[in-house]
Protein backbone atom coordinates (compact mmCIF):
# COMPACT_ATOMS: atom_id res chain seq x y z
CA UNK A 1 0.00 0.00 0.00
CA UNK A 2 1.40 3.15 -1.20
CA UNK A 3 -1.26 5.33 0.11
CA UNK A 4 -3.16 6.09 3.54
CA UNK A 5 -6.68 4.08 2.70
CA UNK A 6 -9.80 4.50 4.66
CA UNK A 7 -13.18 2.87 4.47
CA UNK A 8 -15.98 3.10 4.36
CA UNK A 9 -15.87 6.07 3.09
CA UNK A 10 -19.65 7.35 4.41
CA UNK A 11 -21.67 5.40 6.90
CA UNK A 12 -24.87 6.01 8.55
CA UNK A 13 -26.08 4.87 11.67
CA UNK A 14 -28.83 4.79 14.67
CA UNK A 15 -28.28 6.70 17.71
CA UNK A 16 -27.02 3.45 19.99
CA UNK A 17 -25.05 1.50 17.61
CA UNK A 18 -21.91 0.45 18.03
CA UNK A 19 -19.37 0.85 14.40
CA UNK A 20 -16.28 1.02 13.59
CA UNK A 21 -13.95 1.90 10.59
CA UNK A 22 -10.37 1.29 8.78
CA UNK A 23 -7.59 2.90 7.94
CA UNK A 24 -4.70 1.14 5.95
CA UNK A 25 -1.48 2.48 5.41
CA UNK A 26 2.57 1.82 4.50
CA UNK A 27 3.84 -0.49 7.04
CA UNK A 28 7.69 0.16 5.76
CA UNK A 29 9.43 3.17 7.59
CA UNK A 30 6.46 3.35 9.95
CA UNK A 31 6.81 5.95 13.00
CA UNK A 32 3.05 6.31 14.08
CA UNK A 33 -0.28 6.61 12.93
CA UNK A 34 -2.39 9.48 14.00
CA UNK A 35 -6.91 9.53 14.18
CA UNK A 36 -8.32 13.12 13.83
CA UNK A 37 -12.29 14.10 14.46
CA UNK A 38 -13.20 16.70 11.96
CA UNK A 39 -16.10 18.38 12.37
CA UNK A 40 -18.12 20.44 9.91
CA UNK A 41 -17.04 24.12 9.16
CA UNK A 42 -14.34 23.47 12.14
CA UNK A 43 -10.51 22.16 11.88
CA UNK A 44 -9.59 18.95 12.70
CA UNK A 45 -9.47 17.83 16.32
CA UNK A 46 -6.77 15.08 17.71
CA UNK A 47 -7.86 12.05 18.75
CA UNK A 48 -4.99 9.40 19.28
CA UNK A 49 -1.56 8.84 17.96
CA UNK A 50 -0.12 5.81 18.00
CA UNK A 51 3.29 3.99 17.45
CA UNK A 52 3.61 0.61 18.61
CA UNK A 53 2.05 -2.25 17.54
CA UNK A 54 -0.49 -3.89 19.16
CA UNK A 55 -1.23 -0.15 20.80
CA UNK A 56 -4.69 0.62 22.23
CA UNK A 57 -6.44 3.90 23.08
CA UNK A 58 -9.24 4.95 24.40
CA UNK A 59 -10.80 7.97 24.95
CA UNK A 60 -14.80 8.05 26.38
CA UNK A 61 -16.51 5.72 23.75
CA UNK A 62 -13.95 5.92 21.28
CA UNK A 63 -10.89 3.59 20.97
CA UNK A 64 -7.97 2.56 18.12
CA UNK A 65 -6.01 -0.22 17.42
CA UNK A 66 -2.81 -0.45 15.23
CA UNK A 67 -1.24 -3.11 13.70
CA UNK A 68 1.76 -2.28 11.83
CA UNK A 69 2.92 -4.85 10.55
CA UNK A 70 0.44 -5.43 8.41
CA UNK A 71 -0.46 -1.78 7.88
CA UNK A 72 -3.63 -1.24 9.72
CA UNK A 73 -6.08 0.37 12.45
CA UNK A 74 -9.45 0.39 13.39
CA UNK A 75 -11.12 2.90 14.98
CA UNK A 76 -14.38 2.03 17.26
CA UNK A 77 -16.90 3.89 18.50
CA UNK A 78 -19.50 2.24 21.46
CA UNK A 79 -23.24 3.64 21.25
CA UNK A 80 -22.86 6.30 19.13
CA UNK A 81 -24.32 9.42 19.54
CA UNK A 82 -25.44 12.29 17.38
CA UNK A 83 -22.56 14.79 18.41
CA UNK A 84 -20.56 12.10 16.99
CA UNK A 85 -21.05 12.63 13.44
CA UNK A 86 -18.16 13.55 12.02
CA UNK A 87 -15.36 13.04 9.44
CA UNK A 88 -12.75 11.02 11.02
CA UNK A 89 -9.36 11.16 9.26
CA UNK A 90 -6.41 8.89 10.01
CA UNK A 91 -2.59 10.00 9.00
CA UNK A 92 0.72 7.98 8.62
CA UNK A 93 3.81 9.39 9.66
CA UNK A 94 7.19 7.34 8.14
CA UNK A 95 10.62 8.18 8.98
CA UNK A 96 12.04 10.24 6.16
CA UNK A 97 15.12 12.12 5.50
CA UNK A 98 12.28 15.26 5.83
CA UNK A 99 11.06 14.37 8.66
CA UNK A 100 7.68 15.21 10.66
CA UNK A 101 5.31 14.85 7.91
CA UNK A 102 1.77 13.04 7.82
CA UNK A 103 0.10 11.74 4.88
CA UNK A 104 -3.46 12.06 5.70
CA UNK A 105 -6.70 9.19 4.26
CA UNK A 106 -9.41 10.80 2.80
CA UNK A 107 -11.65 10.25 5.54
CA UNK A 108 -14.87 8.30 6.90
CA UNK A 109 -17.97 10.40 7.27
CA UNK A 110 -20.16 9.24 10.06
CA UNK A 111 -24.05 10.29 10.48
CA UNK A 112 -25.41 9.06 13.87
CA UNK A 113 -28.89 9.84 13.15
CA UNK A 114 -31.73 9.72 16.23
CA UNK B 1 -2.54 31.18 24.14
CA UNK B 2 -4.61 31.92 20.51
CA UNK B 3 -2.81 28.12 19.17
CA UNK B 4 -3.00 28.40 15.27
CA UNK B 5 -4.80 31.66 13.55
CA UNK B 6 -5.52 31.47 10.14
CA UNK B 7 -6.33 35.02 8.05
CA UNK B 8 -8.78 35.54 6.32
CA UNK B 9 -11.68 33.33 7.01
CA UNK B 10 -13.40 34.36 3.75
CA UNK B 11 -12.36 35.28 0.34
CA UNK B 12 -13.58 35.60 -2.85
CA UNK B 13 -10.60 36.19 -5.69
CA UNK B 14 -10.97 36.67 -9.40
CA UNK B 15 -8.85 34.78 -11.96
CA UNK B 16 -5.38 36.06 -12.13
CA UNK B 17 -5.47 38.24 -9.50
CA UNK B 18 -3.31 37.24 -6.01
CA UNK B 19 -3.12 36.97 -2.33
CA UNK B 20 -1.04 36.30 0.57
CA UNK B 21 -3.22 33.55 2.99
CA UNK B 22 -1.80 34.42 6.82
CA UNK B 23 -0.77 32.17 9.33
CA UNK B 24 0.29 32.39 13.14
CA UNK B 25 1.66 30.01 15.84
CA UNK B 26 2.25 31.21 19.24
CA UNK B 27 2.95 27.49 20.22
CA UNK B 28 6.92 27.84 19.40
CA UNK B 29 6.70 24.76 17.19
CA UNK B 30 9.04 24.55 14.49
CA UNK B 31 7.09 22.54 11.96
CA UNK B 32 4.35 24.37 9.88
CA UNK B 33 2.59 23.04 7.31
CA UNK B 34 -0.22 24.10 4.70
CA UNK B 35 -2.83 21.70 3.56
CA UNK B 36 -5.72 22.25 0.84
CA UNK B 37 -8.99 20.20 1.69
CA UNK B 38 -11.11 19.43 -1.53
CA UNK B 39 -14.46 17.25 -0.91
CA UNK B 40 -13.43 13.15 -1.12
CA UNK B 41 -9.58 14.36 -1.35
CA UNK B 42 -9.24 14.51 2.36
CA UNK B 43 -6.25 17.22 3.46
CA UNK B 44 -2.85 17.44 0.64
CA UNK B 45 0.14 18.99 1.83
CA UNK B 46 0.82 22.47 -0.43
CA UNK B 47 4.35 23.15 1.37
CA UNK B 48 5.87 22.93 4.82
CA UNK B 49 8.96 24.19 6.63
CA UNK B 50 11.11 23.10 9.33
CA UNK B 51 11.87 26.17 10.70
CA UNK B 52 12.56 29.80 10.57
CA UNK B 53 14.42 29.96 6.95
CA UNK B 54 13.60 26.43 5.52
CA UNK B 55 10.73 25.49 3.42
CA UNK B 56 9.77 22.48 1.27
CA UNK B 57 7.07 21.14 -1.26
CA UNK B 58 4.47 19.16 -0.62
CA UNK B 59 2.14 16.60 -3.03
CA UNK B 60 0.64 20.04 -4.86
CA UNK B 61 2.58 22.80 -4.53
CA UNK B 62 2.20 24.36 -8.01
CA UNK B 63 0.83 27.76 -8.37
CA UNK B 64 2.18 28.79 -4.54
CA UNK B 65 4.69 29.69 -2.96
CA UNK B 66 5.75 30.19 1.46
CA UNK B 67 8.07 32.39 3.47
CA UNK B 68 9.29 31.35 6.93
CA UNK B 69 11.37 34.41 8.52
CA UNK B 70 10.11 33.87 12.08
CA UNK B 71 9.00 30.62 13.36
CA UNK B 72 5.77 32.23 14.26
CA UNK B 73 4.42 33.22 10.64
CA UNK B 74 4.31 31.04 7.72
CA UNK B 75 2.24 32.67 5.00
CA UNK B 76 1.13 30.99 1.76
CA UNK B 77 1.17 33.32 -1.37
CA UNK B 78 -1.17 32.38 -4.61
CA UNK B 79 0.47 34.67 -7.36
CA UNK B 80 -1.90 34.06 -10.14
CA UNK B 81 -5.59 32.51 -8.86
CA UNK B 82 -7.05 30.04 -10.57
CA UNK B 83 -10.16 28.12 -10.72
CA UNK B 84 -8.64 24.90 -9.29
CA UNK B 85 -7.17 26.65 -6.46
CA UNK B 86 -10.92 27.05 -5.24
CA UNK B 87 -10.70 24.94 -1.81
CA UNK B 88 -10.20 25.53 1.80
CA UNK B 89 -6.87 25.97 3.03
CA UNK B 90 -5.55 24.94 6.70
CA UNK B 91 -2.33 25.60 8.38
CA UNK B 92 -1.19 23.55 10.87
CA UNK B 93 1.89 23.08 13.20
CA UNK B 94 3.60 20.23 15.57
CA UNK B 95 6.65 20.11 18.00
CA UNK B 96 9.86 18.80 16.65
CA UNK B 97 10.29 14.51 16.96
CA UNK B 98 12.84 14.83 19.68
CA UNK B 99 10.50 16.77 21.79
CA UNK B 100 8.85 13.85 23.24
CA UNK B 101 5.41 15.75 22.53
CA UNK B 102 2.74 13.10 20.57
CA UNK B 103 3.60 15.44 17.64
CA UNK B 104 -0.18 15.50 16.74
CA UNK B 105 -0.76 18.24 14.01
CA UNK B 106 -2.58 21.57 15.59
CA UNK B 107 -4.63 23.09 12.68
CA UNK B 108 -6.36 26.16 12.57
CA UNK B 109 -9.88 27.01 11.55
CA UNK B 110 -9.13 27.32 7.81
CA UNK B 111 -9.69 29.84 5.25
CA UNK B 112 -11.95 29.34 2.27
CA UNK B 113 -10.86 30.70 -0.98
CA UNK B 114 -13.20 30.72 -3.82
CA UNK B 115 -11.69 31.51 -7.40
CA UNK B 116 -14.16 32.90 -10.30
Not at chain 1, 25 to 50: C, D, G, Q
Not at chain 1, 93 to 108: C, D, E, Q, S, V
Not at chain 2, 2 to 8: E, I, S
Not at chain 2, 99 to 113: A, I, M, V
Request: hydrophobic share 30%.
Amino acid sequence: ILNVEQSPQSLHVQEGDSTNFTCSFPSSNFYALHWYRWETAKSPEALFVMTLNGDEKKKGRISATLNTKEGYSYLYIKGSQPEDSATYLCASRILTGGGNKLTFGTGTQLKVEL
Amino acid sequence: NAGVTQTPKFRILKIGQSMTLQCTQDMNHNYMYWYRQDPGMGLKLIYYSVGAGITDKGEVPNGYNVSRSTTEDFPLRLELAAPSQTSVYFCATTAPLTSGSHNEQFFGPGTRLTVL
